[in-house]
């Protein structure tokens, strides 16, 4: 999955101007449980990489990146997002953001909504709705999303499970008005009350799951699956990677000569690389993904001559496929040579070497 690589104060001003300039941002919230779950399911990591903004959302992923060198420094929960907009715009005397909760057990979404509002803060909810149990389309009538709109909300949040919770946004994101949209499932419970969040040395020594079965004994099961996927990926993949990365690190001419073109070819848009593609080239690389973003054409990776690939290209290269999957447009990675596939399945993205018709 791709991340951004924003702060907790960074990630809040991102929604403060969007939902100021009623601007679309679909905020996407993966922690441990997100990632483990996108390795099989492709609709779910979809809605992750078709997202305007990704957070890292869980300390296990925090760790991982450290240990490969990625320069994600900071863990920014959707929770501790969600109090910093009340606190930050309480502080500068900004107008509340209208918030409508949507989701939750019964009842819990009306105390979210009266807890709220029983004391000034930087956002004020203005509805919340429980739809039960059911499909995403009897979760979807039209009755419940003009009772959305009608609120003009800036923030709707969801909670419906997550997978459930990123399908339900994805199926109706057009039809809704509200500019910041995301799945924040925990955070109904902490605002209602109903669940009580860990305390600040937990969140950041990744103990937070133990508080969170303590409140939630159901969630055992989840933490258990989670923690015994994520000891096969680090014996599969993060060391793996890790090695790799090390052994293989491409010279600096690697990258500084590397060919990142577009061009038509017989009907198709093709991309063109070779040497190396990575953190050094991306204000290269960027625009050209731009460029072959704008057409409808099917789209043809050419990486005959390309020699190796990290995770910040690899992300942007994410970002085009997700595209190309919400338009149902061709995608094809072509010669790869097996160097090159290895780095990309470490990676966890050998998906992109699957074409898509």
Same mark, same amino acid.
């Given at each position: 999955?791709?991340?951004? !690589?924003? %702060?907790?104060?960074?990630?809040?001003?991102?929604?403060?101007?969007?939902?100021?300039?009623?601007?679309?941002?679909?905020?996407?919230?993966?922690?441990?449980?997100?990632?483990?779950?996108?390795?099989?399911?492709?609709?779910?990591?979809?809605?992750?990489?078709?997202?305007?903004?990704?957070?890292?959302?869980?300390?296990?992923? =925090?760790?991982?990146?450290?240990?490969?060198?990625?320069?994600?420094?900071? !863990?920014?929960?959707?929770?501790?997002?969600?109090?910093?907009?009340?606190?930050?715009?309480?502080?500068?005397?900004?107008?509340?953001?209208? =918030? +409508?909760f949507f989701g939750g057990p019964p009842g819990v979404a009306q105390?979210?909504?009266?807890?709220?509002?029983?004391?000034?803060?930087?956002?004020?909810?203005?509805?919340?709705?429980?739809?039960?149990?059911?499909?995403?389309?009897?979760?979807?009538?039209?009755?419940?999303?003009?009772?959305?709109?009608?609120?003009?909300?800036?923030?709707?949040? =969801?909670?419906?499970?997550?997978?459930?919770?990123?399908?339900?946004?994805?199926?109706?994101?057009?039809?809704?008005?509200?500019?910041?949209?995301?799945?924040?499932?925990?955070?109904?419970?902490? =605002?209602?009350?109903?669940?009580?969040?860990?305390?600040?040395?937990?969140?950041?020594?990744?103990?937070?799951?133990?508080?969170?079965?303590?409140?939630?004994?159901?969630?055992?099961?989840? +933490?258990?699956?989670?923690?015994?996927?994520?000891?096969?990926l680090l014996a599969t993949r993060v060391l793996p990677c890790i090695?790799?990365?090390?052994?293989?690190?491409? #010279?600096?001419?690697?990258?500084?000569?590397?060919?990142?073109?577009?061009?038509?070819?017989?009907?198709?848009?093709?991309?063109?690389? %070779?040497?190396?593609?990575?953190?050094?080239?991306?204000?290269?690389?960027?625009?050209?993904?731009?460029?072959?973003?704008?057409?409808?054409?099917?789209?043809?990776?050419?990486?005959?001559?390309?020699? +190796?690939?990290?995770?910040?290209?690899?992300?942007?290269?994410?970002?085009? +496929?997700?595209?190309?999957?919400?338009?149902?447009?061709?995608?094809?990675?072509?010669? #790869?040579?097996?160097?090159?596939?290895r780095q990309i399945t470490l990676h966890c993205a050998d998906y992109?070497?699957?074409?898509?018709?």
């Open positions: 999955m791709p991340f951004d !690589r924003v %702060s907790l104060g960074q990630a809040a001003g991102i929604l403060q101007r969007a939902a100021s300039e009623r601007r679309r941002c679909f905020l996407s919230t993966p922690n441990l449980n997100f990632a483990v779950a996108c390795l099989d399911d492709a609709a779910f990591r979809h809605s992750v990489i078709q997202s305007d903004l990704s957070i890292a959302d869980g300390m296990p992923l =925090v760790w991982i990146a450290r240990a490969l060198g990625l320069p994600i420094k900071e !863990r920014v929960a959707g929770s501790s997002l969600f109090q910093a907009l009340r606190e930050q715009r309480m502080e500068n005397g900004q107008a509340p953001l209208r =918030v +409508y105390a979210a909504d009266e807890k709220l509002n029983a004391t000034p803060s930087g956002l004020r909810s203005v509805g919340y709705a429980s739809p039960g149990f059911g499909s995403i389309e009897e979760m979807s009538p039209p009755q419940a999303l003009a009772h959305i709109n009608d609120s003009r909300a800036d923030f709707l949040v =969801v909670a419906l499970g997550a997978k459930k919770g990123q399908a339900w946004i994805q199926h109706n994101l057009v039809q809704l008005r509200a500019p910041v949209v995301s799945h924040l499932g925990a955070v109904v419970n902490f =605002v209602a009350g109903t669940v009580s969040r860990a305390p600040r040395w937990a969140q950041k020594t990744g103990l937070e799951w133990l508080w969170r079965i303590k409140e939630e004994p159901k969630l055992w099961r989840r +933490y258990f699956d989670d923690g015994m996927a994520l000891l096969r090695w790799e990365s090390r052994r293989h690190r491409p #010279a600096a001419a690697l990258l500084d000569e590397a060919e990142i073109r577009c061009r038509l070819d017989g009907g198709d848009c093709e991309l063109l690389f %070779s040497g190396a593609l990575g953190q050094a080239n991306l204000a290269r690389l960027r625009p050209v993904l731009a460029q072959a973003a704008q057409g409808d054409a099917p789209l043809v990776l050419d990486c005959t001559r390309l020699q +190796y690939i990290d995770s910040a290209a690899l992300a942007q290269l994410m970002l085009l +496929y997700g595209d190309c999957v919400r338009r149902g447009r061709p995608w094809a990675i072509i010669n #790869a040579s097996a160097s090159l596939r992109l070497l699957q074409a898509r018709a």
